[in-house]
């Protein structure tokens, strides 16, 4: 994995940390949004299946998260 690819690996790990912590629709949406955007980044930069795969791992986070939280309002 190059430089970039590395980079956007410690910020998934960072984000994937940060939504256990996170009540907040709009930081989980903002969590959501980013993972989202390095899987595309990834994919169009050959960075690696690992790097896309970890990146869908933290949207899907984000998204349980959210559903969790939305089941607590409900």
Request: with cysteine; aromatic share 2%; hydrophobic share 40%.
């Amino acid at each position: 994995m190059n430089h970039a690819g590395t980079n956007e690996l410690i910020s998934l790990d960072q984000a994937s940390q940060t939504l256990s912590e996170v009540c907040d629709f709009d930081q989980i949406k903002g969590i959501r949004d980013k993972a989202e955007a390095v899987r595309k980044y990834a994919h169009s930069a050959s960075l690696g299946l690992e790097l896309q795969n970890r990146a869908t791992e933290v949207k899907l986070r984000a998204e349980r998260r959210a559903g969790t939280l939305l089941a607590q309002i409900s």
